[in-house]
């Protein structure tokens, strides 16, 4: 190679290493200093560049960069969608605000296995939202807000059960605790319970039954109450038969697939005296309320009087 081969190579190594140079400063400085400090101009073989800087080479004569500072906004993480879970305090409460056409009067709201306190907040709570508080039960309510024993796990009383069988929304309380945040009726799914004591599904089952204008749950079964009922009181009974779809029938009128109930264990005489007048095997009241629980009709030999 000749010498000036050599000298022009020489320089071209080198034009690189401010290259490299560069580079590496552009990567440590901050996103609103992206141009480098200018470094010394080098000569060109071609006349008309050499005023150009290494530098502008790179980079440009003005970068967007410069001309437009980046913004802390747009280095920020994008918003994440939220999950609607039920009781996380992060959430922002007007995610499960919802608008279903149903107006303010058509919130009627019954509470159960709820204390005195409870119920008396929730009545201030339902009155100011525009809603009505029903001390009973009856066709025009709603919603049941109902006390748990864990996280959507209802106690069993009779509200609770008429409800399943009349198809309406069984919630947790922090339903309405997140109405009253926002003042407003917010959306009841993420709130609904999901199981009682003895089996899972059946609040939802019965709300989807109703909402799809099926057959009740009973829909099919004849009833004969026999004898006296003290875990539950007769009058009770006659109205989840009613609202289930059941048909409660007379001693007289008891057919081949009539369910003779009776409460609790019977003993050797008074099952005697069933089959003997019935023809058939009483059933216990628990067989009717574990139907209920699990929305559907069990098998009946476990349950046998």
């Known amino acids: 190679m000749t010498r000036q081969e050599i000298q022009r190579l020489i320089q071209t190594v080198n034009i690189y290493d401010v290259y490299l140079t560069e580079i590496e400063l552009i990567l440590k400085s901050e996103p609103g200093d992206l141009i480098p400090p200018e470094v010394p101009e080098m000569e060109s073989d071609n006349p008309k560049q050499k005023n150009i800087s290494a530098t502008t080479k790179l980079l440009g004569k003005k970068t967007k960069a410069s001309q437009h500072p980046i913004e802390e906004k747009s280095l920020t993480e994008p918003p994440r969608k939220r999950k609607k879970c039920n009781k996380s305090e992060e959430e922002n409460p007007n995610d499960y605000v919802v608008s279903h056409g149903r107006k303010s009067k058509g919130y009627v709201i019954l509470g159960t296995g709820l204390t005195k306190q409870v119920i008396n907040k929730l009545r201030k709570t339902v009155n100011k939202l525009g809603g009505e508080f029903a001390d009973d039960m009856s066709s025009g309510v709603t919603h049941l807000l109902t006390g748990t024993i864990q996280s959507k796990c209802a106690k069993r009383t009779v509200k609770y059960f008429y409800s399943i069988l009349a198809g309406i929304w069984i919630l947790d309380l922090e339903w309405i605790n997140r109405c009253e945040k926002v003042n407003a009726w917010v959306d009841e799914e993420p709130f609904e319970i999901l199981s009682d004591t003895q089996d899972v599904g059946a609040p939802k089952k019965g709300r989807l039954r109703s909402q799809n204008k099926l057959p009740g749950l009973f829909h099919s079964t004849s009833f004969i109450m026999y004898g006296a009922f003290k875990s539950m009181d007769c009058e009770s009974l006659k109205q989840l038969i009613k609202v289930g779809e059941g048909k409660l029938v007379k001693?007289?009128?008891?057919?081949?697939?009539?369910?003779?109930?009776?409460?609790?264990?019977?003993?050797?005489?008074?099952?005697?005296?069933?089959?003997?007048?019935?023809?058939?095997?009483?059933?216990?009241?628990?067989?009717?309320?574990?139907?209920?629980?699990?929305?559907?009709?069990?098998?009946?030999?476990?349950?046998k009087g």
């Open 251 to 303: 001693e007289n009128e008891c057919g081949n697939d009539t369910i003779v109930l009776v409460d609790g264990a019977c003993n050797k005489e008074k099952t005697k005296l069933v089959k003997k007048k019935f023809k058939r095997q009483p059933v216990k009241l628990t067989w009717f309320l574990d139907c209920v629980s699990a929305y559907k009709l069990l098998p009946m030999s476990e349950y």
